[in-house]
């Protein structure tokens, strides 16, 4: 069984950044893919981007591409998402997602393990 947790949501303008991390507990980290998620109000659960176990080569969704990073600590057991640039259609609750095999994957379905998420609201 894995927990996470993220922090680091928050209301920012337009332009602006923010930082998400999420803090895994209770299995080995270092094997894990992470992703993150964003879920706007009314809309489904879309990724946003993932790291494979060994952090090389993150992926990401092509709208955020060239503003937010994904990187891990493993000796922290976390994951973070520096978000660059904001823009007021990157608002919605942001959830961290552990996966068992370490490869990266796209699917909601591919995760084992949800956080509770985290609201980013982004003001024009």
């Known amino acids: 069984q894995v927990q996470l947790v993220e922090s680091g949501g928050g209301l920012v303008q337009a332009g602006g950044s923010l930082r998400l991390s999420c803090a895994a507990s209770?299995?080995?980290?270092?094997?894990?893919?992470m992703g993150w998620f964003r879920q706007a109000p009314g809309k489904e659960r879309e990724f946003v981007g993932a790291?494979?176990?060994?952090?090389?080569?993150?992926d990401y969704r092509d709208s955020v591409k060239g503003r937010f990073i994904i990187s891990r600590d493993n000796a922290l057991s976390t994951v973070y998402l520096q978000m660059n640039s904001l823009k007021p259609e990157d608002t919605a609750v942001y959830y961290c997602?552990?996966?068992?095999?370490?490869?990266?994957?796209?699917?909601?379905?591919?995760?084992?393990?949800w956080g509770q998420g985290t609201q980013v609201t982004v003001s024009s």
């Open positions: 997602a552990a996966r068992r095999r370490g490869t990266i994957r796209a699917e909601n379905i591919a995760y084992d393990y």
């Open positions: 209770g299995r080995t980290f270092s094997s894990l893919a």
């Open positions: 790291i494979s176990w060994s952090g090389a080569i993150p």
